[in-house]
């Protein structure tokens, strides 16, 4: 090679040399990023009840760290890592305060992620909104969650409580018209939000189907003198709303106590690991509830690939899980959502395009979720989930009867 060819060839490396780097100098200066965001790195937090009367939910937390685990292994969402700071609130709204003041002012995190209860929520909802902090997909189904107008940077992810409560009081008139009604609540937003729309789907009748309601706190040791309260009124039909360890011994004490009434427990409650097993499987038989997501333990979906696929994740990424938990499944989907719209986000990971994207998921499909169903959010509707399917405990498994329903249908 001539000299001048050799310098000729040495300026045209320098000049490629040089473009890729003006690329990469472009990318990075189109880049955007609010706190806990880089071009490696995306800081989330949330409160879960890893001690205290919710800790049967602690799980949900464990399959966010593992699923975050498997996709940063998987090279991360466009090249950043998920950094998940989960930490324990014992389900009391006041260390929930202390907690995410701490997560949000001292940690820096990008959005808050899936913190869990209704009152714990409650108790930040004003707090984040004013710091304008996303606070996305919550793990409680209260009605105030789809507020865009005046809470525009909270979102829920479950179906709403007063849907639920709706859908039963549905099924009632049409199929049980002359029901007399108990209702056990746990005594806090997320008790009378499911009880609300129990009664406004009962309407008119609602004075005299429901015949006796009673309440409990979640720092009472048990249930039991309000289950003898309730079977007293001579009620037909228990709807059951608690959470797990309380529905646990609401189903045990009703069973022992010789009543038999057509017996609904709300979906928080439902799972066969964490609440139908406790109280007993053969005290379970013949218990309702609202589905919007498939059932761990239903042999049709034993072959389905996305249940293959959840089965694969929890064997690889959390082996100490128990399969028969629902709670490892809903931990799962509402990772999957997060994921997407931290995709969405591309290279803007700012606060207000997170919220942006959260409020834009466009029929979004989760294979977990029930046939049919899919996820929508927009400016306007801050509802990802708004429909289910009712399903009997068969002593082995719940089974889903009827058609996926919303409570307007």
């Not at 071009?39 to 464990?62: F, R, V």
């Amino acid at each position: 090679m001539t000299s001048r060819n050799l310098k000729l060839a040495q300026w045209a490396a320098a000049c490629a040399t040089l473009a890729v780097s003006l690329i990469h100098v472009n990318a990075s200066a189109q880049a955007k990023y609010g706190p806990g965001a880089s071009d490696k790195e995306i800081k989330l937090g949330q409160t879960m009840p890893y001690s205290g009367p919710a800790s049967a939910y602690a799980t949900i937390g464990k399959v966010h760290l593992a699923y975050f685990k498997m996709i940063n292994e998987q090279g991360g969402v466009n090249g950043r890592k998920i950094n998940l700071l989960s930490v324990d609130d014992g389900y009391s709204p006041p260390k929930t305060v202390e907690q995410v003041r701490k997560l949000v002012e001292q940690d820096e995190v990008l959005a808050l992620f899936n913190t869990l209860g209704t009152a714990p929520n409650s108790a930040i909802h004003k707090y984040v909104n004013a710091k304008k902090v996303p606070h996305l997909m919550l793990a409680t189904g209260a009605t105030k969650w789809g507020d865009p107008k005046n809470y525009p940077w909270t979102i829920g992810f479950n179906l709403s409580y007063q849907s639920e409560g709706m859908i039963y009081a549905k099924w009632l008139l049409k199929n049980k018209p002359n029901a007399k009604i108990a209702v056990l609540y746990q005594n806090d937003d997320y008790g009378k939000d499911v009880f609300k729309g129990v009664k406004d789907g009962l309407g008119a009748k609602a004075a005299t189907m429901i015949v006796k309601e009673a309440t409990y706190e979640v720092s009472d040791p048990t249930v039991d003198s309000q289950i003898i309260t309730l079977q007293a009124s001579g009620a037909d039909t228990f709807i059951n709303i608690t959470t797990p360890k309380f529905g646990a011994q609401a189903i045990r004490k009703a069973y022992d106590s010789g009543w038999k009434p057509l017996h609904i427990v709300n979906n928080v409650s439902a799972s066969i690991g964490s609440v139908l097993t406790p109280a007993g499987l053969d005290k379970s038989v013949g218990l309702m509830t609202l589905q919007y997501y498939k059932d761990p333990n239903d042999p049709q979906w034993k072959n389905d690939p996305a249940m293959l696929e959840w089965r694969a994740f929890m064997a690889r990424y959390y082996r100490e899980g128990d399969p028969k938990d629902a709670s490892n499944m809903y931990g799962y989907l509402t990772a999957q959502t997060m994921v997407q719209i931290l995709k969405q986000c591309g290279n803007d990971l700012t606060r207000e395009n997170v919220m942006k994207q959260a409020a834009n998921l466009k029929n979004l499909k989760l294979p977990l979720l029930l046939p049919g169903m899919v996820v929508n959010t927009s400016p306007t509707d801050y509802f990802p989930i708004e429909q289910g399917q009712l399903a009997k405990f068969t002593g082995t498994q719940w089974e889903g009867f009827g058609e996926v329903i919303g409570a307007a249908d």
